[in-house]
Each structure stands twice: as C-alpha cells, then as structure tokens.
C-alpha cells in the first residue's frame, strides 16, 4: 500500500500482546483514546485521514464539518494526544510512514513532522489507555494498521 488515499478509516493498534480489534483508535468526550470494537458507539472509532500540506490530517468526527483534528499540544515525548479545536481546516499534519516489513495489515508509524516523535500508547496502566508522543528510535514505535472504511 504505502500510501493512504484520502477517505474513512478505522485505525488500529499494532503490537506484541495487543488485540487489533481491541485496540482501536478512538475519540470520546474524555479524549483520544484505544477501545474494543463495539465498546462505543462506531463512529467514535472512524477518522477521516486526507492528504494535507506537509503530510496527513487525521480528523474526527470524519464525514462532519467543522471537525477536529488529532493533535498535541506541545511536541515533546509525553506529551497526551488530544483533538484540536474545530475547524474547517486541518490544524495538524501527521507523517505516516509505511514499515516495509512485509506483514498484513501493513504497519503505519504515525510520526510528528520534523520531529523525533510517534504517536505511542503510554507505558502507564491505567484503563482505557491513554496515547501520547513517543521518542522515535527508543525502542521499537509503535505502529498503526489503517482499514479503509469508504471515500
């Protein structure tokens, strides 16, 4: 794949002891977060992600405008994913990098532009989990599968 085409999608969790269908990317009014499928309702768990100047903009709700975009406030390790104000434009662009590995569902690594920073889930233990900035190249990223949904 390599590239994502701009449309809906549900994004998941990848990773050694993480079930896909239980780590879904997800948008509450609690913030950004992972949940199992079906542990709210769909919509909460679909992104529109769109090609956007400088790289992608992952926005939510996803057929809805003004939306909002993933976003952080500050870009430093630790720093808590979050959705940024609404609007009718991205306020955010991520990179999203394909891991050449050749596995199924193909690895993504959500990546700060002009940073040394991922999107990662956050080593506390707390339930749901919380995701936040991660430093790339301390250990492996962690990587994202992205399921088209619709245009």
Known sequence: MGNLRNGTYRI???GEGIAPEAA??????????LAGKGAVPER?????VERAEGGYAIQFPAQIIPSASLSHKEPQSGDRLILGPLSDFPTR????E???????PEPFVIRVPDADLAVGIAPIKI??????LQTVGI??????AFEFLRE
């Open 93 to 96: 662009v991520w990179n999203i």
């Open 12 to 14: 998941f969790a990848l």
């Open 127 to 132: 339930f749901p989990p919380q995701l936040g």
């Open 24 to 33: 879904i990317l997800t948008a509450t009014e609690q913030g950004v977060t």
């Open 139 to 144: 250990g492996k990223p962690q990587t994202w």
């Open 44 to 48: 909460e768990q679909e992104f529109r």
């Open 98 to 104: 394909p891991l050449p590995l050749g596995l199924l």
